[in-house]
Structures are given as structure tokens and as C-alpha cells.
């Protein structure tokens, strides 16, 4: 039989724990309803909930993000967490999820993209980008993201498009491959470096 020496600590300490942790989901859900208009200043979301299991998870619905000259909108975006980050006071995002998105001017819609495997300062994540246009033309993209002052770096950048209508130098598919291409803005225009593409 248990000694009560031992097994009423291990309850305390179980209920102490899990207590922990729903107060840092509950905190964590806050944080992110209040910062996110912070930082995004643009961003209206309709609706965030918080699911726990199989990992915390944060679920938002209906974004809608404006910036002068375009517009972002996604049905809905998960943000995953490992259940190890809880633990520390600012818990650490593994993983992004946008659905159901569109992008203007571009004309993009069924915008999904992944950002997985984010690095602790959230400055390097493998991408994975498939869109398709109002035209039907469809675009993907998989490359090594790397955010930086001004802008972001694709390595071993893949990017492959099927246009369904009209030709691009006598070809419907188009295959871009580079080791490294930037894009940054330079006062307020964008500029676009590429290494060693193919």
C-alpha cells in the first residue's frame, strides 16, 4: 500500500501542475487576443479559442489583415505550441497553419501555407505556400524562410506553377529552383535578390 508521506505530495503536485497549466493556456489565449492587434495593427480575427489535446493549440477565425496597397484573409489560422513550452513564461509557437486565404492584388485565393519547425527567436521556419489564382493557375512553393530587418530569405527555394490558360516562353509549367532569393523593402519599395537560380 501507498505511504501517505508519498502519496498525498504526488496528488498536491499533480493538481499544482495541471493548475499551472490551465492557468498558462489561459493566460497565453489572453496574451495573444491583446497583441496580436498590437503588433499587427491592421488585423481584425472574428473569433479565438484554444483546443489542448493532442497539443495546446490556438485557433483563429475569419482574420482579415489590411496593409496599404494589399489585403490578407484566411478562414483560419492554428498556431500549435509544444506542451514543454508552457512551462517557461513565454511559451514558443512550433508550428503556423493559414486556410481557406486570399491575397489582393495578387488575385491569389485557397491560399495554404505552413510555417513548421520555428526556431526559438521565431527568425527561421520551413515554409510550404500552394495557392491558386482567379485564373485557375496554380502556384507552390517549399523553402528554408529566414526573417531579417527589413524582409525575408528563401533558401533552397522550390517553386513550381501550372498555368491553365496561355504560355509563359512556350511552356504551361514553371519550375524555379535557387539556392537563396531575398526580398526586402527599400524605402517602401521592394527589391528582390536571387542566387544561383535554375
Known amino acids: 500500500m501507498w505511504n501517505k508521506r508519498v502519496l498525498y505530495p504526488a496528488i498536491v503536485g499533480v493538481v499544482a501542475l495541471a493548475v499551472f497549466f490551465l492557468y498558462q493556456l489561459h493566460q497565453l489565449q489572453d496574451r495573444f487576443k491583446i497583441r496580436l492587434p498590437q503588433v499587427l495593427p491592421g488585423l481584425q480575427i472574428a473569433d479565438a479559442r484554444f483546443a489542448y ?30 506542451w514543454f513550452s508552457l512551462f517557461s513564461l513565454s511559451p514558443h509557437i512550433k508550428q503556423i497553419e493559414l486556410y481557406g486565404g486570399t491575397i489582393a492584388p495578387l488575385n491569389l485565393n485557397i491560399v495554404s501555407l505552413t510555417l513548421d519547425h520555428i526556431d526559438q527567436s521565431y527568425n527561421l521556419a520551413e515554409l510550404s505556400l500552394t495557392a491558386e489564382s482567379v485564373e485557375n493557375n496554380r502556384l507552390h512553393l517549399t523553402a528554408l524562410a529566414q526573417r531579417f530587418a527589413n524582409g525575408v530569405a528563401l533558401h533552397q527555394l522550390q517553386l513550381n506553377v501550372e498555368m491553365a490558360q496561355g504560355y509563359f516562353l512556350n511552356n504551361r509549367d514553371i519550375t524555379l529552383s535557387a539556392e537563396k532569393l531575398s526580398l526586402s523593402q527599400q524605402q517602401k519599395q521592394w527589391q528582390m535578390c536571387c542566387n544561383r537560380a535554375c
Do not use: E
Open 53 to 82: 489535446f493532442p497539443s495546446p493549440t490556438l485557433v483563429l477565425s475569419q482574420l482579415d489583415y489590411q496593409a496599404p496597397g494589399w489585403n490578407f484573409s484566411a478562414q483560419q489560422a492554428i498556431a500549435r505550441f509544444s
